[in-house]
């Protein structure tokens, strides 16, 4: 059975602090990803990497890095973070090599910065 | 760069009525159309997907149909039930044979929260 798993389903943190959120998969996908989920906004891309080491901005990177080292890893950093990205975040991989692009997700990182 | 708009935000049915969420999309290149189902507290998962080749697929209860012309496509739940009850994703993306990069990535819809009364 497909699994990805983030590291934490609740987090609180302070303004200012670095962040890590972190997801593991078990598929061995090439394709890893970060989105932002808010209300009526959807998912919203902030990075996506296709291979180790390897990383692409999405829609909203800004105020984010990411970092690949390992194939199933793909963890997302707030350099310093600010209440505007209290939000929650969701992690998703796939394969690269397919006829359609499914994504399987992790259950998401509900991030509060206070 | 491929836009998809999706209505309505919210949709509240009576149990065993049938339930129907529309998307539409910009970039004619498409050829791939999932749809996600996210329960709460869980992450979206893939509930039905259909190609840019095929007009209409069902999977008992879901059935999606796509018009290429009118580059729309739509969800269908029929006799609903409280399980139903979920935020429901279309998205649509370019998914031909080998890629990387930005090219295969799926853009989502804003979701349509569906509420099933019993």
């Known amino acids: 059975d497909v699994k990805v798993t983030q590291s934490s389903r609740y987090l609180v943190k302070r303004t200012g602090e670095k962040v890590f959120l972190e997801c593991v998969q078990d598929m061995d996908h090439e394709n890893m990803f970060w989105y932002r989920q808010d209300p009526g906004l959807g998912l919203r891309l902030i990075y996506f990497s296709y291979d180790v080491k390897m990383k692409e901005k999405g829609d909203i990177p800004e105020g984010y890095s990411v970092s690949r080292e390992k194939k199933e890893r793909f963890s997302l950093i707030l350099e310093s973070a600010s209440t505007n990205q209290t939000s929650m975040y969701l992690c998703a991989s796939s394969r690269r090599i397919l006829a359609k692009n499914i994504q399987y997700f992790g259950a998401g990182t509900r991030l509060s910065v206070l | 760069g491929e836009n998809v708009e999706q209505h309505p935000s919210t949709l509240s049915v009576q149990e065993g009525d049938s339930a129907v969420i529309k998307c539409t999309y910009s970039?004619?290149?498409?050829?791939?159309f999932p749809w996600y189902k996210q329960e709460l507290g869980k992450g979206p998962q893939l509930i039905i997907d259909i190609r840019s080749n095929v007009g209409e697929k069902k999977d008992q209860r879901i059935a999606v149909t796509l018009n290429k012309t009118a580059k729309h496509f739509s969800l269908h739940i029929t006799e609903t039930q409280p399980e139903d009850s979920a935020v429901y994703f279309c998205?649509?993306?370019?998914?031909?044979?080998?890629?990387?990069?930005?090219?295969?990535?799926?853009?989502f819809g804003k979701g349509t929260k569906l509420s099933v009364k019993p």
């Open positions: 970039d004619s290149a498409s050829n791939y």
């Open positions: 998205a649509a993306s370019l998914a031909i044979g080998n890629y990387g990069g930005s090219q295969g990535n799926l853009i």
